[in-house]
């Protein structure tokens, strides 16, 4: 049997995916609890607990961009095609962010607020773009001999943009609960504050957006409520439910590390549903990842670079986390 040169590098663009929404995700989700937090001193700390990392983080969203355009140049042309405009919204969002990020720390005080606003609104516009993306490939992207069949703006539907909010707050709990682990005193409290309404929120919207996909999509409905798949996939909302329920303990307690790895295992598992809904199309809901892939001298040239750089990349991801570990003071910060 041969290698599965599609399916690996479909595990390796899900992965870089993943990455990039964990690290990216309390990056941009600091920036949509900026209007929550008024002292300046406290601002300063939120960015500095994210200062040193941030850059790399979106490491992943280029890799996962390159790995799509080199593994399924079809899947790459449809989906920019068909979302080019969110897309390139949720560019500007980053690169406006950045300047802000950059900006701020060398402003005088009576400008900051200009450059506070700027990071608000850049990291609001990006997070909203990605799930609007999000909702767009979950609700399926119409495609005719091989090009994109459908409108330039057929991605602005109320599921998409109903995505777009259900990531803003996703990336909302996620930064909360990053600081509730790298900060301390009042900040830190306020954060823990925050923490169960923005659970219950992200609850919230988990359970629209998994009722109103299989309404509304008869093969995801097919997919998950048929036997003997229900049984299989089951585990899935049960472990949301029982990982919802240790995180609120954990918030009740006042815990500093467990709120934001519980974070994590469940922005996992909402991915897991998504991949069991999807399965194995790389474009919703016809073309699936082995119609849409390169020529395999392709892929299995590139698979060699990528073998070699993505240790790389994990190592130094690794290492920048370890030396800037622990929490961060007012004393601490970006120049």
């Avoid at 919802?244 to 519980?262: D, E, G, I, T």
Wanted: net charge neutral; aromatic share 14%.
């Amino acid at each position: 049997m041969g290698i599965d040169l599609p399916l690996i590098w479909f595990l390796i663009i899900v992965f870089g995916v993943m990455m990039y929404v964990v690290m990216d995700g309390f990056d941009l989700g600091i920036g949509l609890l900026f209007p929550l937090v008024k002292a300046e001193h406290e601002r300063d700390v939120m960015m500095n607990t994210v200062a040193p990392v941030w850059d790399g983080n979106e490491t992943w969203l280029v890799l996962g961009g390159a790995a799509l355009f080199g593994a399924f140049p079809l899947a790459y042309s449809v989906v920019l095609d068909a979302l080019t405009i969110p897309l390139t919204l949720m560019l500007f969002g980053l690169i406006f962010r950045g300047v802000a990020f950059e900006f701020r720390f060398k402003a005088s005080a009576a400008k900051r607020h200009v450059w506070d606003k700027s990071f608000i609104a850049g990291s609001v516009l990006a997070t909203f773009c990605q799930g609007v993306v999000l909702g767009a490939v979950v609700g399926g992207i119409p495609v005719a001999n091989r090009a994109y069949a459908g409108g330039a703006l057929d991605w602005l539907t109320p599921f998409n943009l109903f995505c777009g909010f259900g990531l803003v707050v996703t990336y909302a709990l996620l930064g909360c609960t990053w600081l509730i682990m790298k900060t301390e005193g009042r900040l830190q409290e306020s954060m823990h504050r925050c923490a169960k309404p923005l659970l219950f929120t992200f609850l919230t919207v988990l359970v629209i957006i998994s009722v109103w996909t299989p309404l509304t999509h008869a093969a995801i409905a097919t997919r998950w409520f048929s036997v003997p798949n229900l049984f299989w996939f089951l585990p899935v909302p049960v472990l949301v439910l029982l990982v919802a329920f240790w995180m609120l303990r954990a918030v009740n307690r006042q815990a500093h590390h467990s709120p934001f790895l519980l974070t994590l295992v469940l922005i996992f598992l909402g991915y897991t549903g998504l991949g069991i809904s999807i399965w194995p199309n790389i474009i919703p809901p016809s073309v699936s990842l082995w119609e849409a892939s390169a020529p395999p001298q392709s892929q299995g040239f590139m698979l060699v670079g990528a073998l070699f750089i993505i240790p790389i990349i994990l190592v130094y991801t690794f290492w920048s986390y370890y030396v800037f570990r622990g929490k961060v003071t007012p004393e601490q910060g970006y120049h």
